[in-house]
Each structure stands twice: as structure tokens, then as C-alpha cells.
């Protein structure tokens, strides 16, 4: 079936490196998508989000890409800070009435 | 905080126990999600509540029961679960069926 899913399950950085974290997607017809950021104890936390008419959307340290061709999806964080370290899982909407969300990629920033 | 508050932010009860999990959205939302979060898992959906009426029931067992008194509260009514059921209870809420805002979680461990 369809499934969203990631390539690295952790990611360990240095503090002030940018970090990159993939994600894979097989819905064609995914139209939608979204990354959560999730420290321990709390829950998932939007980060950024992009339609499927645009291949790269900027906030503040965070881009995500997206290229339709290979159903690739990355968020890339400049500068990583030791508050970063979290789970990050990205989500797609294919028009239906939910989300589908990735099993998650654990980043952890060393001072 | 996300506007959605969730309580109680632990539970520990036994196969035999009847308890409620409560979430409260703030933010004039007209879609509330239960979601959960197992180790190791992706996010399930349990169910999908539209304007109060249930539009999903994403094959739950019947030992969880959802309650939408109204737009802002979403009841989860639990009894006679099982220790498989032991996991990270999240309640969301959307104006659209993309960008969810999470609560915290309920924490639950059955005995």
C-alpha cells in the first residue's frame, strides 16, 4: 500500500552544522505535506509545510524540498542548535480527510 | 502551547478499570483527530470528528469510544483495554484536514 516513510532513523550532528532529514513518499496523488518536530513529552509541533506546486518553501532556519520526480521529500535546518534535538516526522495529505505520517527520524545535536 | 489541552497527562488503570481521556482545542477549530503513538510506529489514527459528527473510525476496537460533546471537546472513554493498548494518546485539531495541532499526549500504561 501507500506509505510514508523516512531513510535515516537517527541523525547525530555538531552543534552549528545544518542538518538534513529525509523523507520518502509513494502516493503519487499526495498533494500536501507537512513536517512535525516532537520533543520528549510533548506532542508533534507543525515546523513547515508545502503543496505539491512548489519544490522548496524557507522559514525561519528550516527549508523543506520537495521533488515530485523521485517522491522525495527533506527538511534541512541550518545552524542546528542543541534545542533542536527531537523527533522529526514528515506527513502527507493525498485529498483525503487525513494525514499520513512517517515513522520518524530522531536528530540529536552535540554541543 | 498549541491551544489543545489535554488531561489527564498520565493514566495507569487495569484491564478492568472504566477511565476518560479529555482534550480541549482553544483555537475555533471544527475538526478534532484522536491519534495513537506507540513505540517505534507511526502515528494511527483512531478516529475523525467533523462539526461533531464522527467521519472516521479508522477499525478501532470497540473498547475505545469517542464522545464530541461540541467543537472544542473530544472525550475518549476507555474500558476493559488490554496492555497492547499501553501507548502516547494524542487529541489534534484542524480548520482543514492538513495542519493539525497536537496536545501534549495522555501517557497511558494498562496494568
Known amino acids: 500500500g501507500e506509505s510514508v516513510g523516512l531513510h535515516l532513523p537517527t541523525l547525530s550532528v555538531q552543534e552549528g552544522d545544518n542538518s538534513i532529514i529525509n523523507c520518502a513518499y509513494s502516493n503519487s496523488a499526495s498533494d500536501y505535506f507537512i513536517w512535525y518536530k516532537q520533543e520528549s513529552g510533548k506532542g508533534p509541533q507543525f515546523i513547515i509545510d508545502?503543496?505539491?506546486?512548489?519544490d522548496k518553501r524557507q522559514g525561519q532556519r528550516v527549508t523543506v524540498l520537495l521533488n515530485k520526480t523521485v517522491k522525495h521529500l527533506s527538511l534541512q535546518i541550518a545552524a542546528t542548535q542543541p534545542g533542536d534535538s527531537a523527533v522529526y516526522f514528515c506527513a502527507e495529505n493525498s485529498g483525503y480527510s487525513t494525514l499520513t505520517f512517517g515513522k520518524g527520524t530522531m536528530l540529536l545535536v552535540s554541543p | 502551547e498549541t491551544g489543545v489541552t489535554q488531561t489527564p497527562r498520565h493514566l495507569v488503570m487495569g484491564m478492568t478499570n472504566k477511565k476518560s481521556l479529555k482534550c480541549e482545542q482553544h483555537l475555533g477549530h471544527n475538526a478534532m483527530y484522536w491519534y495513537k503513538q506507540s513505540a517505534k510506529k507511526p502515528l494511527e489514527l483512531m478516529f475523525v470528528?467533523?462539526?461533531?459528527?464522527?467521519?472516521e473510525n479508522n477499525s478501532v476496537p470497540s473498547r475505545f469510544s469517542p464522545e464530541c460533546p461540541n467543537s472544542s471537546h473530544l472525550f475518549l472513554h476507555l474500558h476493559t483495554l488490554q496492555p497492547e493498548d499501553s501507548a502516547l494518546y494524542l487529541c489534534a485539531s484542524s480548520q482543514a484536514a492538513e495542519k493539525l495541532f497536537f496536545g501534549s499526549g495522555t501517557q497511558l500504561s494498562v496494568l
Open positions: 508545502i503543496r505539491s506546486n512548489m
Open positions: 470528528y467533523n462539526f461533531k459528527e464522527q467521519t
